[in-house]
């Protein structure tokens, strides 16, 4: 099989202890990246081979269950491995990312750098374009010394990844403002440092006054504030079963925009797209006032706050427990009317069995249906380009043979662990 020819593959890359280019042993950055993209191509081949009815042993094909049942463990073994290569490759991305985000922070230091000089070609170089300059270098300093301590973790980025592994919007948010003030006091501070009239000095610490400064220490409370708020609205939620949360492999900038199944969503979108606005036009108020705290306006910063208001109503309306809103007898083609009895296939039919960000099949893998006292493993029934089992609102299982006649509950274990309601139904000889 391609899988197996990828865990060969694998093995031989460990022993040679070569990282080159078609190392796939993981212990390398590059070999995690190569060994996640061949695990992957052999799981789809897999797939699109049960699929085509291509693969399976003579033991189970004349079995229709039978063959399933062996499909489904197959593709499982082979899900399994492409979840652990995507975790390695995801490991491997963010100890990367520590540098990249250096890079970044300093190819912004050397734009700030060429943007005063280009326009102190005309007014001609002046202390406040020294205090930015130097604001930046102390900043630009922290973010590498926070980027070098947290490497292993995404770097300058590790504050703003979520619990769920996925780059937090509200913590983004909030962590661009905080930058942006400390930006601004260092200006001031090195301003205030470098004045040598009374009549100076006194203006630059009177630009600090609440009074200049009202709107963007507000706009910084409020998402501050949110930040925090955000953070415990989810982990009640989850904790309450009424929000679903499945763990990414690893960070993406679409994180910011979307939600875990990778959908953009307006609560989202307007938030950040509103806070970029209404920070840049903080960025130009400090460059043309540069004595003073921007003195945001209080229309934009009322945008703002609505802006937020409708974040953290978005995050309290998504999410929702799963629910079973009937179970019936599968019946196939030519098949007679009859009850549920031990062995039949039930069909159950309901909302939210596959929560956002576990379509992947090593998470679709792990959906259990409690039939009684018995727990039945989803199977998953492969189809060209995904699977047709299960689905986010149906449901096909096996009655065991182990489950007594009568009446029995039904209840759906989702990926996320979160379980539905009971749902009775009557099990017949």
């Known amino acids: 099989m391609a899988v197996q020819e990828a865990r060969g593959g694998a093995g031989a890359g460990a022993r040679g202890g070569a990282h080159g280019g078609g190392c796939t042993c993981g212990d390398c950055p590059h070999g995690a990246r190569e060994g996640h993209r061949r695990a992957v191509a052999a799981f789809l081949l897999q797939r699109d081979e049960f699929a085509a009815g291509q693969g399976l042993p003579a033991a189970v ?32 991305w963010l100890a990367r990312l520590w540098r990249r985000t ?3 922070v300093w190819a912004l230091v050397f734009l700030l750098l060429l943007g005063q000089s280009l326009t102190a070609i ?56 905080v930058l942006f003030v400390a930006y601004a006091v260092l200006v001031l501070a090195g301003r205030l440092a470098a004045a040598s009239e009374h009549t100076e000095r006194d203006a630059l610490i009177s630009g600090l006054d609440l009074a200049r400064g009202a709107g963007v220490v507000t706009v910084l409370a409020v998402v501050c504030g949110i930040a925090v708020l955000v953070r415990r609205v989810v982990g009640l939620r989850v904790l309450g079963q009424r929000l679903q949360k499945v763990r990414a492999d690893r960070p993406r900038a679409a994180d910011l925009l979307t939600d875990d199944a990778g959908r953009g969503t307006f609560a989202d979108i307007q938030y950040v797209v509103i806070s970029a606005v209404a920070l840049l036009f903080g960025v130009v108020r400090l460059a043309r006032r540069p004595d003073q705290l921007p003195d945001l306006p209080w229309g934009l910063g009322v945008v703002v706050l609505v802006s937020a208001a409708t974040y953290v109503a978005g995050k309290y309306a998504e999410g929702g427990r799963p629910v079973i809103l009937s179970v019936v007898r599968a019946r196939e083609a030519g098949d007679l009317d009859a009850p549920i009895r031990t062995g039949d296939d039930i069909e159950i039919r309901g909302a939210g069995f596959v929560p956002p960000g576990a379509g992947a099949a090593d998470r679709l893998a792990r959906m259990v249906v409690r039939v009684g006292a018995v727990h039945v493993h989803v199977p998953l029934v492969p189809v060209t380009g995904g699977f047709s089992n299960p689905t986010d609102a149906v449901l096909t299982v096996p009655v065991p043979a182990d489950v007594e006649p009568g009446r029995v509950e039904v209840q759906v274990v989702t990926a996320a662990g979160v379980e539905t309601n009971r749902y009775t139904i009557e099990v017949t000889d």
């Open 61 to 92: 094909a004349h079995s229709a269950s039978a063959s399933r049942q062996w499909v489904s463990e197959e593709l499982a073994q082979s899900a399994g491995l492409v979840a652990e290569r995507g975790r390695a490759e995801g490991e491997a």
């Open 102 to 104: 250096v890079c970044v």
């Open 122 to 177: 005309g007014p001609g170089w002046t202390s406040a374009r020294t205090a930015g300059l130097l604001s930046a270098l102390l900043v630009a300093g922290a973010l590498t010394a926070a980027s070098w301590f947290h490497r292993a973790r995404g770097g300058a980025l590790a504050p703003v990844i979520g619990e769920d592994n996925r780059l937090s919007t509200s913590r983004t948010v909030a962590a661009a403002w």
